[in-house]
């Protein structure tokens, strides 16, 4: 069998990893990390399997590592992303919050990490001190998918939601017409709230048109042997033992 690239067995890493098949992901990432661990797309893959497998401060220690050489925007978001999760799972959630927050301070013109600020504070129900950032960014013309489904999300339950819509859904149609850049991730994700918004308007078609949008985004055929072996994965991860001592919220 001829030996892999790097690039090659990435790919081949990151498919076993969105299959769920967290432990044959790990043997091609691994190697890869020891290989090349200051290229981000790689840390992003092998930092994302450790918290799959429950091995949170690995990853927030190789997360926070690679934070000071990363500078491409959607990398350090997504380092970001990774070391909230992996200090939620070791019961540190508000220090997760604090990190992005003063990440916020320091790139205040990223959509990508303002709408991850709102999603954490959805997380703990708190999205009225989340509002306020996506609506400023909005007013200072950073007109951006993330930042409209930041302040969709934020003002699900207020009289505001309509004026999100109208933001949310302009961006989708400026984006729709390749005038703005976006990945099919955000955009997808744009889609699947601005759902949720009409769902709360109580327009349900529209909603079912934008879910279903959403969803063609990035189509997925079911496969029942891929199913079983993701479940079985998040069984081996999530012992009952893993949950020992663990407070809720």
Known sequence: MPMMSPQEAYMLGKEKFVLGHYRAAMRMAEPLYRQHPHHPPIVALYVSILLR??????????????????NLPVHRTSLLMSI??????????????????DELKAHPDDPYLIELHSHLYSMIDKNELSAPVSDEAWNRGLHHIAIATA????????????????????????????TEEA?????????????????????YDDAMDAYRT??????????DQDTHARAKSLLDAWTPESFVGVQRP
Do not use: C, W
């Not at 497998?53 to 990363?70: D, F, G, H, M, N």
């Not at 990945?183 to 327009?203: D, P, V």
């Open 183 to 203: 990945s099919l991730i955000m955009k997808s994700t744009g889609y699947t709230q601005l759902g949720h918004a009409y769902n709360k308007l109580k327009r």
């Open 151 to 178: 302040y969709t999300r934020s003002v699900m339950d207020t009289d505001q939601l309509q004026t999100a819509v109208d933001r949310l859904d302009g961006s989708l149609q400026t984006a729709d017409q390749g």
């Open 53 to 70: 497998l429950q091995r949170p401060a690995e990853a927030v220690a190789i997360a926070k590592r690679s934070l000071r050489t990363v």
């Open 214 to 223: 959403g969803n063609q985004l990035h189509p997925n055929q079911y496969n």
């Open 84 to 101: 909230a999760d992996g200090l939620k799972q070791l019961n540190r959630f508000e220090e997760g919050i604090e990190f992005v927050n």
